[in-house]
């Protein structure tokens, strides 16, 4: 069974700082990785995924992520962050082949002017 | 479209009390997902739905818990008898043909 693993629960940066949140997974092939982002009361949005090829994807808002398999991770970068960017991150995993998607405990992310 | 549409937003029942969550997937989506989310589990797949047919419901906590999809654009979610440990937020999300789920806004459930 596949696994992630978010080490930061939560996470403070400061308004144009860069970020990376972290994001380990354990699955014995190749897997579908994602990144979620919740606003307060809010549902989770796709922020960005990745199935296949470039290792290196873009997502919205100015995000990105890079697959590294020999490190087992999908780390999520911006390289500038804003005030709205506060919110929790959930990175989760899914098996190829199967619709069942395993979620991280999330990172909460906290902007300081 | 509007997304998935999720009805209550928020419920506050007593326990003992039957429950029914309510959601509308996106128009053409093939794949439902019913999530629990709590502090303390994070966000758990209760079940989910391919062409409304119950794939896999390992994740349905008890027999308390039921789900259905009568047809292509609604499902429910329903606990009898609810109790406190119940509590959380509740959220359905949609497919189309992969785990690629866009996410409802969420059911916020209170059991007193």
């Known amino acids: 069974a596949q696994s992630v693993t978010q080490p930061d629960i939560h996470i403070t940066v400061s308004e144009g700082a860069s970020l990376e949140l972290r994001c380990n997974y354990s699955?014995?092939?190749?897997?579908?990785l994602f990144w979620y982002v919740q606003s307060p009361g809010q549902g989770l949005q796709l922020l960005l995924k990745?199935?296949?090829?470039?290792?290196l994807v873009q997502g919205i808002k100015g995000f990105e992520a890079e697959f590294k398999r020999s490190q087992s991770s999908f780390n999520l970068r911006k390289p500038s962050v804003h005030w709205s960017d506060a919110a929790e991150y959930f990175c989760?995993?899914?098996?190829?082949?199967?619709?069942?998607?395993?979620f991280g405990i999330g990172t909460k992310l906290q902007v300081i002017p | 479209d509007a997304g998935v549409i999720q009805s209550p937003r928020h419920e506050v029942t007593e326990m003992g009390q039957e429950v029914t969550l309510r959601c509308k997937p996106i128009?053409?989506?093939?794949?439902l997902f019913w999530y629990r989310q709590t502090m303390m589990r994070g966000l758990e797949l209760l079940i989910y739905?391919?062409?409304?047919?119950?794939?896999?419901d390992s994740g349905m906590p008890e027999d308390r818990f039921s789900a259905k999809m009568p047809n292509a654009s609604f499902s429910t979610l329903k606990i009898q008898p609810s109790e406190p440990r119940d509590s959380a937020v509740y959220f359905c999300?949609?497919?189309?043909?992969?785990?690629?789920?866009?996410f409802g806004q969420g059911t916020r459930l209170t059991v007193v």
């Open positions: 999300a949609s497919s189309h043909r992969g785990p690629e789920a866009f």
């Open positions: 739905f391919n062409n409304n047919v119950p794939i896999d």
């Open positions: 990745y199935f296949s090829g470039d290792t």
């Open positions: 128009s053409g989506h093939d794949y």
């Open positions: 989760a995993v899914g098996a190829r082949g199967y619709q069942k998607v395993t």
């Open positions: 699955y014995g092939a190749t897997p579908y």
